[in-house]
């Protein structure tokens, strides 16, 4: 067994559960209505992200299709970051409110598991032999 097979695992045990926890906290926005504070099309993207972050999330954790899953992930968090960025206008961190700094973190572990594969561990492995 190689290190790096194990550091890819721990990315994906960590990637993996940090979008799955946070995409079915999203679900319960399929009950609420639009309104000035969430607009139409906020909540449409709110509504899709609690798909594809939980499926993302578990296909990355699993190791199934890993290098796609991982780069879907990367592109949502590329999205957080504009909207920090561009609307919320955060820096990357401040000493008394949370800045953009995790979704940057998040955004380097998909990227570098969109680059590298899901390793020895991954179910890729298994079905697809890589």
């Known amino acids: 067994m190689q290190l790096s097979d194990l550091a890819l695992l721990l990315l994906r045990i960590g990637l993996g559960t940090v979008f799955l926890v946070h995409g079915t906290a999203k679900r319960k926005l399929w009950k609420v209505r639009p309104s000035a504070q969430m607009p139409a099309g906020l909540l449409r993207t709110l509504r899709l992200l609690s798909i594809a972050e939980p499926a993302g999330g578990l296909a990355v954790l699993v190791g ?8 879907g992930l990367a592109l949502v968090m590329l999205g957080a ?4 960025i561009v609307k919320a206008h955060r820096p990357f961190t401040t000493e008394t409110a949370a800045g953009w700094e995790f979704e940057f973190m998040l955004l380097v572990v998909a990227l570098a598991l969109a680059l590298m594969g899901g390793g020895r ?5 298994a079905l697809f032999g890589r």
């Open 121 to 125: 561990f991954a179910l890729d492995r």
């Open 81 to 84: 970051l504009r909207f920090l």
């Open 64 to 71: 199934f299709l890993t290098q796609p899953a991982a780069l």
